[in-house]
């Protein structure tokens, strides 16, 4: 088996599609963004930055995801 057809694995070990992987992006930058605004609406601003600077990850991840979905790998 070459090495190239080998699809990569996810931290679990199990494969999964890029439809998948933007899905549960998606997911998580929605979740954290409402535990931000929570976090924002108990006054706990430190928190709420944290939250909202990890959500800032997941757009970019987002972004990033159509780029490298047409890829060659």
Known sequence: MHLTS????????????DAQSAC?????????????RGAE????TINAERLYQ???H????????????GAVQ
Do not use: F, M, V, W
């Open 54 to 56: 990890q959500a800032d």
């Open 41 to 44: 609406a108990l006054g706990d």
């Open 24 to 36: 549960d992006l998606q997911a998580r930058y929605e979740r954290t963004i409402a535990l931000a």
């Open 58 to 69: 997941y757009r970019r991840l987002l972004n990033q995801k159509p780029q490298t979905i």
């Open 6 to 17: 080998q699809r990569p694995r996810s931290r679990n070990g199990r494969n999964q599609s």
